[in-house]
């Protein structure tokens, strides 16, 4: 198979860099990091775990988790719990950190609330969306407003000149594309015939729907209830005027997640269904042009040293006989977990592959975020 745009890199000679040779050098070269993958194998904990890293290194890190679960506030020390405006996460406990680590959590709303503020002409209409019914519902309802809010958060963090890098948890999805591709749904539902039609009546002035579009609507308000339609005309004629400002905003924001110095890193568990999911995930990215950084494989089975069992020692002594084939048991499941990467490896490859043992607990307090920093980031 050819690569058109490798090959003409490779005509013009312009020279690429040599892939990443671990996951640090991955966030070294990333002004945005982006850690999916499906639900609950570490995203939001890796996320953290990156940031916190970078920081020590002397970089202006914010985090941005979707995560709603305390339990990540808890461990970075914050008592208030996280809010929608990044805070600052004291490191200087023991040994001065250089940079700085920053927190948020994702608030979809508030995030779509405030793009209303910018685009909008004037007070009234910012209040004829912001009452409106019909969008209220979609500010915290439809499906993909969260991923596409992640995405705006991310571009405004990135212009946002206390931070150097943005990393950040996407939403629980089994689909790369929800993520990816939520500023490019918007930019067409913008483009979308019926969109069109429902803006018509505001922009010729009139205060009843134009002729055209009545019969649709009509039909509709019979699917979806008349109040439903109502309302959603309603919002999109107040909507009216904001388009082009939304549209461009959802091309930056298209451009900043394919830009160079945005990395995808996916974060994957040792299990065969969801080291599918993860091929299928870096497929997905892959056919959109956007390659996978790195891949993070959490809570794999601890390795158990070296020692062996020693040849008779344990005649006549069932507690060290049965400890020892309890060893033998995990590290057997170890073994199993290694093999199962080989798809994700494969297709990864040359980009590095890190694998994080499980912890005896829950990731609870910053040292052990620290301590799952060790792995992610072993010394070299
Ligand atoms: N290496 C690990 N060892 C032990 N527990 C872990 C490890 N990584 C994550 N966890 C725990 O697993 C749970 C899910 O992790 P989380 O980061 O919230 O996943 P996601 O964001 O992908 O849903 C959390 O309770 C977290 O504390
Ligand atoms: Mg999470």
Not at 11 to 31: K, N, W, Y
Not at 241 to 250: I, L, N, Q, S, Y
Request: proline fraction near 5%; charged fraction near 25%; glycine fraction near 6%.
């Amino acid at each position: 198979m050819t690569d058109p745009e490798l090959d003409a890199e490779l005509d013009s000679g312009v020279e690429t860099a040599p892939p990443a040779a671990s996951l640090r050098e991955v966030v070294e070269r990333s002004d945005v990091l982006v850690c999916c993958g499906s639900g609950g194998v570490g995203k939001t904990t890796s996320a953290a775990v990156i940031a916190m890293d970078a920081a020590r290194c002397g970089r202006r890190v914010v985090v941005v988790t979707i995560d709603p679960a305390r339990r990540l506030s808890d461990a970075l020390g914050l008592e208030s719990g996280l809010s929608a405006e990044p805070q600052r996460i004291d490191l200087d406990q023991d040994v001065h950190v250089e940079g700085e680590m920053w927190a948020m959590m994702l608030d979809t709303a508030a995030t779509f609330d405030g793009l209303v503020r910018t685009y909008a002409d004037d007070e009234e209409q910012i209040e004829r969306i912001l009452t409106n019914g019909f969008y209220r519902n979609m500010a915290s309802a439809m499906s993909g407003t969260q991923e596409y809010m992640a995405a705006e958060t991310l571009h405004a963090l990135h212009h946002d000149d206390r931070f150097d890098l943005v990393v950040v948890d996407t939403p629980p999805s089994r689909n790369a594309l929800d993520f990816l591709d939520a500023p490019g749904v918007l930019s067409r539902f913008l483009d979308h015939r019926i969109f069109k039609l429902a803006m018509l009546p505001t922009r010729s002035g009139l205060k009843v729907l134009g002729s055209a579009a009545q019969p649709i609507f009509k039909a509709i308000g019979k699917v979806v209830g008349s109040d439903v339609l109502a309302d959603s005309l309603a919002f999109f004629q107040a909507f009216s005027g904001m388009e082009t400002g939304f549209r461009e905003r959802a091309d930056d924001v298209v451009a900043l997640l394919r830009a160079d110095r945005t990395s995808f890193v996916v974060v994957a568990s040792p299990r065969r269904d969801t080291i599918t999911e993860a091929v299928w995930f870096a497929r997905q990215l892959a056919d959109q042009g956007v390659g996978v950084a790195a891949a993070i494989v959490n809570r794999v089975q601890p390795e158990f040293g070296e020692i062996e069992e020693p040849a008779r020692a344990t005649d006549g002594d069932d507690v060290l006989s049965s400890l020892w084939a309890n060893v033998a048991e995990l590290r057997a499941v170890r073994t199993a977990e290694l093999a199962a990467l080989a798809p994700l490896v494969e297709l990864t490859e040359p980009a590095p592959v890190q694998v994080v043992p499980l912890l005896g607990d829950d990731v609870h307090d910053l040292d052990t975020l620290e301590q799952l920093g060790h792995h992610l980031f072993p010394a070299t």
